[in-house]
């Protein structure tokens, strides 16, 4: 494995100079285009943003090679990516949100995904900025502030060019040990059912999206994701090592129109989805099986190589004549100041690893070959 400083200054420079290209044009088509049609701006940026986040895909397949165990039924897997869908799913690991990534990806609608996120994320360099221009919904997770952007936020989507996936990680945090604790405490206050495996639902937002969606939204993607025992959870820094790993999601489709009509049915179907959520994940700790869903064959397609060997070219090409124009490595002012943009990249690839790191990630030892101790640090 490459001393990991190594590995991340290429792809950092890689994704940030392309990204500001690509944030640079959606803000020109953001001020000039959108005003006239919202549409065509859409449709627009779906590809924009997808020349950026295919590298991440690129990541994930080719660089880490990540394996994606998929477990739907036939009907809902032909449907991913036709239709628009509220994807709900347990927020287990740090990179979880990048396997739906993937997953959209493979249905063709990676650009037209929008999710419901802290709004601190908003404010990471070229990521943050191209999901703000891919309209996310970014929150305080304090209902007080959240419910009436929320609405507004929703009655935008209502009239989406292309099929749309809106994720929403109703638990609201990342799942480790302390936040577990919590929950368990909580859940035998109010008599609920005990988690092992899964925080309690925040439901409210969820509750304010099923009432707002369900008139153009038909299906609910329950999405519950795992890793298995055998493997120490993937985290950012993992990935850029091209430590592979696999991971196992399972999609069951829920038709919107088939969920109750009041707030505190649609609050108590999403708790009970959560405790068959707890139940399966459960089982697949003590039994090995995941999902008595079919296994769905998703392979990786080319599309990102090409995309990043594109990037690679033009980014190539463009610094060649940047240096030969200015000369800037001739003098030592020059050298300097490429020496401190190098660690410019550093630092930002620095917030990106520890804004997707959850307190668990973040105390944990790099782990070691020996088994035992990756599946302690597994917990
Ligand atoms: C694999 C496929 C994926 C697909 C993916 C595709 C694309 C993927 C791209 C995504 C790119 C990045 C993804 C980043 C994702 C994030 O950033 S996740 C963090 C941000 N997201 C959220 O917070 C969403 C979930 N939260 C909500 O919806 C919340 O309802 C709101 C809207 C934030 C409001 O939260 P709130 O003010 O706490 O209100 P509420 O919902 O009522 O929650 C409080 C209730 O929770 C309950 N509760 C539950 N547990 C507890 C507890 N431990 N203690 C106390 N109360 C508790 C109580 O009933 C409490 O009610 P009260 O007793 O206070 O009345
Ligand atoms: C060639 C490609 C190079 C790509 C390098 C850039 C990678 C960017 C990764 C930045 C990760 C930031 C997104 C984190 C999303 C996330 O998972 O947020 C956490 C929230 O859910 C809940 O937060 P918390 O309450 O702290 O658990």
């Not at 919202?38 to 924009?48: A, F, S, T």
């Not at 929008?114 to 404010?123: D, G, L, S, T, Y």
């Amino acid at each position: 494995m490459a001393p990991v400083t190594i590995v991340i200054l290429p792809i950092g420079i890689l994704f940030i100079l392309s990204g500001l290209i690509v944030n640079i044009i959606q803000a020109i088509f953001f001020l000039l285009l959108r005003p006239i049609s919202k549409n065509c701006y859409r449709r627009v940026n779906k590809l924009l943003t997808e020349s950026l986040w295919l590298q991440l895909i690129w990541l994930i397949d080719w660089w880490a090679g990540i394996k994606i165990e998929l477990h739907t039924d036939s009907e809902t897997f032909q449907l991913m990516g036709k239709e628009n869908a509220l994807v709900i799913c347990n927020h287990r690991s740090d990179i979880d949100w990048l396997i739906g990534w993937v997953l959209a990806q493979r249905s063709g609608c990676l650009g037209s995904t929008v999710a419901i996120m802290k709004k601190e994320i908003k404010f990471l360099p070229v990521l943050g900025w191209s999901m703000w221009f891919a309209e996310y919904i970014f929150l305080e997770r304090n209902w007080k502030k959240d419910e009436t952007s929320l609405k507004s936020n929703f009655k935008h989507l209502e009239h989406m060019p292309l099929p749309f996936w809106l994720a929403l990680f109703v638990e609201g945090t990342r799942f480790t040990q302390t936040k577990l604790l919590q929950a368990q405490e909580f859940a035998a206050s109010k008599g609920l059912p005990i988690p092992r495996n899964v925080l309690i639902p925040r439901t409210k937002g969820f509750v304010t999206a099923v009432n707002n969606l369900r008139t153009f939204v038909p299906a609910i993607y329950d999405c519950t994701y795992a890793v298995p025992k055998s493997e120490a959870s993937p985290t950012l820094l993992r990935i850029f090592k091209g430590i592979s790993s696999s991971v196992k999601v399972q999609i069951k489709r829920q038709k919107m129109v088939e969920l109750p009509e009041t707030d505190d049915g649609i609050a108590q179907w999403c708790k009970d989805a959560f405790v068959a959520k707890d139940a399966l994940l459960e089982k697949y700790n003590t039994t090995e099986i995941f999902s008595d869903q079919e296994l769905q064959q998703i392979h990786r397609p080319k599309i990102s190589v090409l995309v990043v060997v594109c990037w690679l070219c033009l980014l190539g090409f463009l610094l060649y004549e940047f240096f030969q124009l200015t000369s800037l490595l001739s003098s030592w002012v020059g050298i300097l100041f490429t020496v401190l943009f190098l660690l410019l990249v550093t630092v930002i690839m620095e917030i990106f690893i520890h804004s997707s790191q959850s307190e668990r990630s973040k105390s944990m030892v790099l782990p070691t070959q020996d088994p035992l101790k990756q599946n302690l640090l597994h917990q």
